[in-house]
């Protein structure tokens, strides 16, 4: 099938092979980077991992408890730690009384860290060197990012300069990064949704393939056997497969394909939701029964939804963008993360769902994230209600919508956008900043460990930093600067990618320069192309 975008250049692949390269050395600073345990959950995380790598199985959600070799372990000196080996056998692989909430997920993660944790032979490594190994599982995870999000905007925009800039976007959210790069199940999540939007939109623009179909139903269900936080990709799916283009016409063909979609993505990963309905009779049960039990609110009191709404949102924002630790701690400038946010939501809402060419796939992208929105939202405020605690309101909850994000937003950018000029322009500063907040994440959070959050670099951070770091600080700072080199020549070069002739500049889609339709649906999936 013919892709509907201008054939891919050489300056172009080298550009987006350029930022996925940088990203990785990202994702590996800030594996180095962050105190041991201190990621989000990160404790609870690897200590799942730990009880399964030492054939401890997987108890009922609330049953579970940390380690206390875990306990030990996040100490203030982890580089003068005794082994992982040495601690388990001390405490005779005990457990505290410490609930850890992550049996309430599927075991699915934990069954491929421990496996890392065997390959890399965790009982003779200090506890924040066997760390860093989960932490490198999770950055291989989320490292095709930036290369899919390029490949999305590109089948939808069929412009090459907005797809490097969908790749450059990436790196616009260091909280990604940082949670890529962290022991955590979501970063598979965060993969898998991914290439579930990429086929999902490669389905709406055209591509009818029997095997596209079953790569994206493939995608879908590995994507929900690891959280559920994948679940709202399950009407996202069915959304997209019934309102994409057919060769043959009708709404019978369209509805009988989305159901062998998502019969087959079910059978690869809905066992664990259908065990969860069958042995607890919920989707999902808490494992913070046992933490957070039910609480009424004062007599005379009850929920407050503006409270509700004002935490809500301004958690989802900075937890979004940046806000670093195990405690969310280290929190980026709210100048940066409500600009962002604001210019985002902003450019969707005013130029992401005009009536014009890319309109049907603009809103089946919005369909995921208003899903999570949705979902989140209900599950907060009945835990609001049942406990007077407002939480489960991370942004990070939003990741497997990222590339959806991205796509709307290059769809809304290049309608705000006409002029050829305007959109270089646009290009080169967006690609910029991007590159920017992606080192600057990284010397803020280096500067609120080090350097009494001040973002500087001095001899006594730099003794601070070694002291938590399994990897020497000479070479994390080689990799800082060569990293901020390669992301500035991968933007001049971006900056001076010219359209292609067959780029037609259109606003999101295969449409002239003024937008109007150039052919028909069905004259489209004829030719393979899509009026995207």
């Known amino acids: 099938m013919t892709d509907p975008a201008p054939p891919v250049r050489r300056r ?64 203030p000196r982890p580089d003068s730690a005794p082994t992982m080996g040495e601690l388990l056998r001390s405490t005779g692989a005990s457990s505290s009384d410490t609930v850890d909430q992550m049996t309430q997920h599927p075991p699915t993660y934990y069954l491929v860290a421990a496996g890392v944790l065997h390959l890399v032979d965790f009982e003779s490594l200090r506890p924040h060197v066997a ?18 999000a390029w490949a999305t905007v590109r089948r939808v925009t069929r412009s090459p300069r907005a797809a490097l800039v969908g ?5 616009a959210v260091p909280e990604l990064a940082s949670i890529g790069a962290s022991a955590s199940n979501d970063a ?57 283009p057919m060769r043959r016409a009708g709404v019978l063909p369209r509805a009988v394909r989305a159901l062998w979609v998502l019969a087959l993505a079910a059978a690869v990963g809905a066992w664990w939701w259908v065990r969860n309905l069958l042995v607890f009779h919920t989707l999902q049960p808490s494992g913070f029964s046992a933490i957070r039990p039910p609480k009424p609110f004062p007599t005379g009191t009850g929920p407050d939804p503006a409270a509700f709404a004002d935490v809500s949102w301004s958690t989802i924002a900075r937890t979004f963008w940046g806000s670093f630790g195990g405690r969310a701690q280290w929190i980026l400038s709210p100048v940066v993360f409500e600009t962002a946010t604001v210019l985002g939501l902003g450019a969707l809402l005013v130029w992401g769902f005009r009536r014009a060419p890319g ?80 080192v600057y994440g990284l010397l803020f959070t280096y500067g609120s460990i080090a350097e009494h959050s001040r973002i500087r670099v001095t001899p006594l951070g730099l003794d601070v930093l070694a002291t938590s770091s399994p990897v020497p600080v000479p070479v994390m700072v080689v990799g800082w600067l060569v990293a901020a080199v390669v992301l500035a020549a991968a933007v001049v070069v971006a900056a001076t990618l010219r359209p292609s002739v067959d780029d037609p500049l259109g606003t999101a889609g295969a449409g002239t320069e003024t937008g109007t339709e150039t052919e028909t649906e069905t004259e489209t999936v004829h030719r393979g192309g899509a009026t995207a």
């Open 188 to 244: 598979p999540v965060v993969l898998f949704a991914a290439t579930t939007v990429w086929l999902a939109v490669r389905v709406m623009t055209g591509d009818d393939r029997v095997r596209t179909a079953l790569a994206l139903a493939l995608s879908l269900g590995v994507a929900i056997v690891w959280k559920g936080t994948a679940l709202p990709l399950i009407p996202f799916v069915a959304v997209a497969v019934l309102v994409a």
């Open 131 to 148: 760390l860093l190994a989960v932490r490198l599982l999770g950055a291989l995870f989320v490292l095709p990012l930036p290369a899919l």
């Open 359 to 438: 309109l049907r796939v603009a809103i089946t992208l919005a369909v995921l994230p208003a899903t999570i929105f949705v979902l989140q939202t209900a599950n907060a405020w009945g835990s609001y209600r049942a406990t007077t605690f407002i939480g489960a309101t991370q942004g990070r909850y939003y990741f497997p919508a990222l590339l959806a994000f991205i796509a709307l937003s290059a769809i809304a950018w290049r309608r705000a956008v006409q002029t050829d000029r305007g959109r270089r322009r646009f290009a080169v500063v967006v690609a910029a900043l991007s590159a920017a907040m992606a």
């Open 12 to 75: 172009e692949w080298v550009v987006v092979a350029a930022v996925t390269a940088t990203f990785g050395l990202l994702l590996v600073l800030w594996a180095a980077l962050v105190p041991t345990f201190q990621a989000p959950d990160e404790r609870a995380h690897f200590d799942a991992a730990v009880h399964v790598a030492i054939g401890d199985g997987w108890p009922d959600p609330g049953d579970l408890r940390v380690l206390d070799a875990v306990q030990q372990a996040s100490g």
């Open 167 to 171: 790749a450059f976007a990436v790196l």
